[in-house]
């Protein structure tokens, strides 16, 4: 994106809604990791409680039903490990995007400062009339409110 042909308040705009999304998509997947992993205990719970049921009634514990709650577990865990991935991913675009964010309050900031400077320099340089000079510290003005919005 070329932020020199977007107005900056449109930039910044579109800068922190990403990083709302990405900060809303992150605190999903955290959420997502800690259903998961509860729901790998409790499998994990109901294979021991099954196991402890057969050995004290003494039946022969099924090797399918083992190898099943082995599949579903090792099944979980790699969802796990994808969402955790996941969530580091999107924790990395997140940092992208603020630093996209500073970056261009920056640059709009140095644009606008410089602007100032040359609105400055055309006042003295020139010794402009009266409304000329009026119609500049006006602009001078607006540019130096833009900046406290963007601070």
Known sequence: ????????????????????????????????????????????????????????????FDVAVL?????????????????????????QILKEYQIKLEKAREEGLQDLIERIEILQEKIQINRLKLPDLEHLNKEIDEIYKRIEKIK
């Open 1 to 60: 994106m070329d932020h020199k042909n977007k107005p900056e308040k449109e930039l910044y705009t579109v800068l922190e809604e990403k990083i709302q999304n990405l900060v809303r998509q992150k605190e999903e997947l955290a959420l997502r990791i800690k259903k998961l992993e509860k729901s790998l205990t409790k499998l994990f719970e109901k294979y021991e409680l099954i196991e402890e049921k057969t050995a004290a009634s003494k039946i022969k």
């Open 67 to 91: 190898a099943n709650f082995e599949e579903w577990a090792a099944e979980m865990e790699r969802i796990i490990q994808l969402t955790k991935e996941q969530y580091e991913h999107t924790e």
